[in-house]
């Protein structure tokens, strides 16, 4: 069976206090790693994907990796506006055209 | 540009009443559409999945049903509501079948079920 889990539940950061995000999975064939961000009562909003170990994306702030067995989202010098849920979902094999989503990352950023 | 609009946005149901959901992309044609939901800890979880009109594929075993009765339009539907129906609930749709198609949401739904 496909299993996302993403860690730690909670994050706390200082404004400008770097860190990262941890997903590990587990599918049956993954065709592609997605990192979404989503805001208190909203939708989910697409950030990156991912398809092999050794990928990398950016985008302003963030810089999502992928190893075999696990993704990293990187958050360098943090802003309180990057606070919110950070989901990370796998499309693989089994799961066709749909997402296997972990329960996410809730980061919150102090000024 | 292509959008997705889903209402109601927040309702309350007592236990036993029936539900419809509502959901219509535009910008697009012969899209993949979704119903998944989240629940306070938990994960969003698929419901539903459609790849085309009047077909439906269900992940999980409940009192909830889907129809897509036209090309951009998926439904969520209740008879009667449980308690446990409670949560909060995405439509989502893309488009093909690679790998690579990013599923889009909806602003979501609150449903209570009191």
């Known amino acids: 069976e496909d299993q996302v889990t993403q860690s730690p539940e909670a994050l706390r950061l200082q404004e400008g206090e770097s860190s990262s995000l941890n997903c590990s999975y587990t599918?049956?064939?993954?065709?592609?790693l997605f990192w979404y961000r989503q805001d208190p009562g909203k939708g989910p909003e697409f950030l990156f994907t991912l398809y092999s170990a050794g990928e990398e994306k950016e985008k302003e702030r963030l810089k999502a990796t992928l190893t075999k067995k696990e993704s990293f989202l990187h958050i360098t010098a943090p802003k309180p506006e990057d606070s919110a849920t950070y989901l990370c979902?796998?499309?693989?094999?089994?799961?066709?055209?749909?997402?296997?989503f972990g329960k996410g990352t809730t980061l919150s950023v102090s000024s | 540009s292509q959008t997705i609009h889903q209402w109601p946005a927040t309702l309350v149901q007592p236990v036993g009443s029936p539900l419809s959901l509502e959901c219509t992309v535009e910008?697009?044609?012969?899209?993949?559409l979704y119903w998944y939901r989240q629940a306070a800890g938990r994960g969003l979880q698929l419901l539903f999945y459609?790849?085309?009109?009047?077909?439906i594929s269900s992940e999980v075993p409940q009192n909830l049903s889907a129809s897509r009765p036209q090309d951009r339009q998926f439904i969520l539907s209740s008879k009667k509501l449980l308690l446990s129906d409670s949560g909060f609930y995405l439509c989502a749709w893309s488009v093909g079948h690679s790998s690579g198609n990013t599923i889009y949401f909806g602003e979501g739904s609150w449903l209570t079920v009191v």
């Open positions: 459609s790849v085309g009109i009047g077909q």
């Open positions: 599918v049956s064939g993954l065709r592609g």
């Open positions: 979902a796998v499309r693989s094999n089994q799961a066709g055209t749909a997402l296997i």
């Open positions: 910008g697009t044609s012969n899209p993949n």
